[in-house]
């Protein structure tokens, strides 16, 4: 069985840029979870889907950062526009039940310059 | 407001030698409770979990973790680690709210380094 599959696996732009992220979960997982890493800290949750729906986006910068999950599957991220300080790895993670084990792709890590 | 802590920051030990990594939270209604590892260059994958039942749980690689509910604790444990359990450990809690409502709360996470 496939795992959680995100791209692109890094990506390098420039301040004021837009850049876009994207997952797709394990085959049959119904809720999905963006996060952002820091360095040397834990997983910050960004926004959870159930499904299609979002329904805990309180983490999100709303302002700058917007997400997607058409047809309930594949999901994308997005920045726009980027800071200095959103540089950090993006990971995705599926789980076949709100906050049961959730099976974590391997990141996008984004340098902002 | 609710946090997960995980004491130790930085652990350095020998092999063969024994491993407690703390984790506390601060919510006290019902909680699931995992352990997550991320081993160098590779996915965060769950250790071990406790949802309900004895409070002892074993996980993959010989970690096991113990729910201490009166002390609010989740201690990871191994009794022998080896220089491949070289990894960052990360305590998660779920709280779960009136309503089946949960919310998930990461620990900072404890880099643990084996040398051989």
């Known amino acids: 069985e496939a795992g959680v599959v995100q791209s692109p696996r890094y990506k390098i732009i420039e301040k004021k840029q837009p850049v876009a992220f994207w997952c797709n979960p394990i085959s049959g997982h119904n809720t999905l979870y963006w996060y952002r890493q820091n360095l040397g800290q834990g997983p910050e949750l960004l926004i959870r889907?159930?499904?299609?729906?979002?329904?805990?986006d309180s983490q999100l910068p709303k302002d700058r950062f917007s997400a997607e999950r058409l047809k309930g599957v594949d999901s994308t991220l997005k920045i726009q526009p980027a800071e200095l300080g959103d540089s950090a790895v993006y990971l995705c993670a599926s789980s076949p039940g709100t906050f049961n084990e959730q099976f974590f792709g391997p990141g996008t890590r984004l340098t902002v310059l | 407001a609710q946090s997960v802590s995980q004491h130790n920051h930085h652990v350095i030990l020998s092999e063969a030698a024994s491993l407690e990594l703390g984790c506390n939270y601060s919510?006290?209604?019902?909680?699931?409770l995992f352990w997550y590892v991320q081993y160098p260059g590779q996915h965060l994958q769950l250790l071990l979990k406790?949802?309900?039942?004895d409070p002892l749980v074993k996980g993959i690689k010989g970690f096991e973790a113990e729910f201490i509910k009166s002390k609010f604790s989740f201690n990871l444990r191994k009794p022998s680690v080896q220089w491949s359990d070289t990894a960052e450990y990360f305590c998660a809690v779920t709280k779960i709210n009136a309503g089946n409502n949960r919310k998930l709360i990461w620990g900072l996470g404890t880099s643990l380094a084996v040398n051989p």
């Open positions: 889907y159930e499904n299609e729906e979002a329904v805990d």
């Open positions: 406790y949802f309900s039942g």
């Open positions: 919510y006290g209604g019902t909680v699931n």
